[in-house]
Nanobody
Framework: VQLQASGGGLVQAGGSLRLSCAAS??????MGWFRQAPGKEREFLAV???????TYGDSVEGRFSISRDNDRNTVYLQMNGLEPEDTGVYYC??????????????????WGQGTQVTVSS
């Protein structure tokens, strides 16, 4: 099982980025995105289930959008209206199956290596 996240970088406030997470070793698992800023706990951002159902964290609702391409076994996070507070390391994660119970990091079994997002003011 492997998750490979990419797409991070440096962007000015108000800009956009799209993160990708390519998965291998499983299919149709619920997959999500988290981020971690220095000195803070890992924060839930979004999850997309095998059915296509989505849930977003309060801090990104309306600005970020999660999607998946089942043919490519890849999940995306489109981030618009980025703010300096969005700076951090972004991680993709996968649950053990098609359903994920909760939005805490402990609900996810597999993790990618993280990609840095820096938003300048």
């Amino acid at each position: 099982v492997q998750l490979q996240a990419s797409g991070g970088g440096l962007v000015q406030a108000g800009g956009s980025l799209r993160l990708s997470c390519a998965a291998s070793g499983f299919r149709n698992n619920a997959m999500g995105w988290f981020r971690q800023a220095p000195g803070k706990e890992r924060e839930f951002l979004a999850v997309i289930r095998a059915t296509g159902g989505k849930t977003y964290g309060d801090s990104v609702e309306g600005r970020f959008s999660i999607s998946r391409d089942n043919d490519r076994n890849t999940v995306y996070l489109q981030m618009n209206g980025l703010e300096p507070e969005d700076t951090g390391v972004y991680y993709c994660a996968a649950a053990a199956g098609s359903v994920v119970l909760g939005t805490t990091p402990g609900a996810y079994r597999y993790w990618g290596q993280g990609t840095q997002v820096t938003v300048s003011s």
